[in-house]
């Protein structure tokens, strides 16, 4: 049996520097809250739980001068400034490219453009990025662009972990529209190379397992293109999943986890694959 890893599998940037500087924060703070799940990912969730670190929906739920992390998906500007206004040591971990669609949404509206945000509505990252800008105009599918108005000045900007192939129909359809559209792709480099990895892994391997958490969008989508490239596609969250022991039934077995899965949990998936071999 041949065992491929996607190289791009584990933590992506933003994510590791989320996690990590979570971690060095609680063993240095008496306490420390994080505003939402780190990573969606049960099993980082629950590591950091044990540390000490607590998990809020809502700043109102802390007292004053509390330390809070933010995660890597970011929060609206509401957010930091209710922060300020309780007096909150904000430890703010929004990964740089998320802040730069922050700005560059502020910066566009307040020249008068229209925004529209290609991403998934319930996302945190989309949650937080419209709250940058007064009408932002989300949308997930190509067939929300019919519905829209018309505007004179607009502007489209996309979540960083989109799907590119989805995301390069919606910008084709935008621009028939909107003939003038100014369209910025800010799919981060992290999301196309591991969709791309994960798409080319797929065409070779006749079984293929997909790691990360059940609400993770970037784990989701990553399994529907290794499902578009290889008849057998397995989604799972860690290493104990038993869907793992169907492997047996296959030569080439391909494995790409999302970006918020570790690697620790890819090398576990991997050294159970070999096991079950040797039985
Ligand atoms: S996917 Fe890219 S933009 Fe999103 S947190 Fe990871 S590194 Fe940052």
Redesign the pocket.
């Known amino acids: 049996m041949k065992i491929i890893v996607g190289k791009e599998s584990g933590f ?4 590791k520097r989320a996690v990590d500087g979570v971690k060095e924060d609680v063993k240095n703070l008496d306490k420390l809250y994080c505003l939402g799940e780190i990573v969606h990912n049960e099993g980082v969730v629950s590591e950091l739980e044990n540390m000490g670190v607590k998990f809020i929906e809502s700043l109102d739920e802390i007292e004053d001068e509390s330390n809070v992390a933010i995660r ?1 998906h970011g929060v609206d500007e509401k957010t930091y400034k209710l922060a300020e206004s309780k007096n909150l040591k904000v430890r703010d971990y929004t ?1 740089p ?2 802040a730069q669609i922050h700005l560059k949404i502020k910066e566009k509206a307040n020249d008068g453009y229209t925004i529209i945000l290609i991403g998934k509505k319930t996302h945190p990252e989309t949650i937080g990025s419209m709250g940058y800008a007064k009408d932002v105009y989300v949308i997930e599918t190509i067939d929300e662009i019919e519905s829209l108005p018309n505007f004179s000045k607009v502007f489209s900007i996309v979540q ?2 989109f799907s590119m192939s989805k995301y390069l129909e919606i910008e084709k359809t935008l621009k028939e529209k909107y003939p003038n559209i100014e369209c910025l792709n800010t799919i ?1 480099a ?2 196309k190379n591991r969709q791309e990895e994960c798409s080319k892994i797929a065409k070779e391997a006749d079984f293929m397992i997909i790691v990360g958490g059940k609400n993770s969008s970037n784990t989701k989508k990553l399994y529907e293109v290794a499902c578009a490239n290889c008849e057998n596609c397995i989604i799972i969250q860690d290493e104990n999943d038993k869907k793992i022991e169907e492997c047996k039934n296959y030569d080439i077995i391909g494995i790409m986890s999302g ?1 918020s899965t570790p690697i620790e949990t890819v090398q576990k998936i991997v050294g159970n694959i070999n096991s079950l071999c040797e039985v």
């Open positions: 992506c940037f933003g994510v890597a990964c490219k998320v960083t972990t981060c992290s999301t970006a």
